[in-house]
Structure formats: structure tokens, C-alpha cells
């Protein structure tokens, strides 16, 4: 697939940036728009409709306002926040005049994530933070279910893939969303082994499933499939970014 451009419309009186990619799998030309993150894209099947994309998506704008609305609000991750974190809601408390950087206080009397330094900074030092926890299990959760099959990734990649939350390449490399870190730890774990299996079989089939259940169990992971299923865009929601 050819690099998105991103261009601006105007869609019921605001801007909204729209990701124009080519897809020679496509067969016509589709606007998506992402429940979950609100990335607006068009797709084109070839160079010579590109031209027209943009045009397209400008007749489906009134479509695109709608599932636009229905995308949840965004969080910011600031001082006085709750997020939840494993699945278990935390408070984000301002710490300045420590040093430790980012830390769950054990001693609170509630689930609290304290952040030290200076309040602007807060946002991107708890992203940051859960992206390296996030790092941590997700590896440490895939080389234990990896060795299980007598497996093993040629590459562990954590990112914030806003169409899937984990995916392996037919060379062994496994991606898994850094977001996995703030749904319960069985959801977690089930990502690693839908991605792990597919070390052994490339695809959806009995056998691949078998794989799966023989991994984390056939309860936990229909379990795990029903959270993500209910609660997974609002993992999306979650931004350092400011409003």
C-alpha cells in the first residue's frame, strides 16, 4: 500500500484532516472513518482515481458527520485524571517536588499513578510511562506463551495501531498495541497468544484456534474477545495530547 497523503475538508463547519491511500486491493473508492480514534481515510484502487478521492469524500460528508459524532471523547492525560491501568482505575496525582519520574503508589489509600516534575509535562510522562510497561509485559507475556509452542518471533514491536490490536507478519514479527496495558491483564495476555499462535498457523482456522485455547484457555479467551468487543474503542480515548 502506497504512504497516505493527508489533505482538509470542511465537513459540517469544521476541518477534518481525511488520509488519502491508495490500495490496489480496493475495488472502488471507500471512506472509512475509525470508531474509535475518528481517523477519517479514503481509499482509492488506483493512481489514476486518486484525483477523485477527495471529491468522494466530500459527497459522503454528511456520513462522515455522523460516525464523527459517534466517536467518544478524548481524555487527556493530566493531573487529576482517572485512567484505568491493567483494568483497575488509577488516579493521576501531581508529585513535584519528587524525582521518581512516574510510579504507582502502593501506600495510597486508592490506586493512584504520581507523577513528579512540572504539571505541563504530566501528559506525555504517563503516556510514555505506560508505553514502557506496556513494552515490558507484552514481551515478557510473549516469549513465556512462545516457548509453550516451541516458538519464537523473529521481532516484538509495541505501537498504537488504530485498526487492530495485534498483528504477526508471515517472517514471525509480532506488533501489539501499547493500550492493551489499560484493559485486565487476561485481555493482555490474550493478544499475545492470538499473535503467538499465528506463529504456527498463519490464519483463522480450527487448528489456529485450537492453538489459542491450548494457550490461554477457550473461557478466558471468549472472555477476552467480549471485553474488547464492548469495551475496546474506549481504550482509544486515552491521549497526551492536548485538547
Known sequence: MAKAHQRTLRIAGQSVPVKVRLNPRARRLIVKVHPSTGEVAVVAPTSRSLPKALDFARQEGEWIADRLSRVPERINLRAGQTIPYRGVPHIIRSTPDERAGVWIDLEADKP????????????????????????????????????????????????????????????????????????????????????????????????????????????????????????????????????
Not at 505541563?120 to 516469549?143: G, S
Not at 479467551?221 to 469495551?231: F, G, M, P, V
Open 112 to 243: 493512584l499513578i504520581r507523577v513528579s516534575g512540572f504539571w505541563e509535562h504530566i501528559p506525555r510522562r504517563v503516556e510514555d510511562w505506560l508505553k514502557k510497561q506496556a513494552r515490558a509485559q507484552i514481551t515478557r507475556r510473549i516469549a513465556v506463551l512462545a516457548e509453550q509452542l516451541g516458538a519464537s518471533p523473529s521481532r516484538i514491536t509495541v505501537r498504537d495501531a488504530a485498526s487492530r490490536w495485534g498483528s504477526c507478519s508471515t517472517r514471525g514479527a509480532i506488533s501489539v498495541s501499547w493500550r492493551l496495558i489499560l484493559a485486565p491483564g487476561f485481555v493482555l495476555n490474550y493478544v499475545c497468544a492470538h499473535e503467538v499462535a499465528h506463529l504456527r498457523e498463519m490464519n483463522h482456522g480450527r487448528r489456529f484456534w485450537r492453538l489459542v485455547d491450548e494457550l490461554v484457555g477457550k473461557e478466558e479467551a471468549e472472555a477476552a474477545q467480549a471485553w474488547l468487543r464492548d469495551n475496546g474503542a474506549e481504550l482509544h480515548r486515552y491521549t497526551a495530547s492536548a485538547d
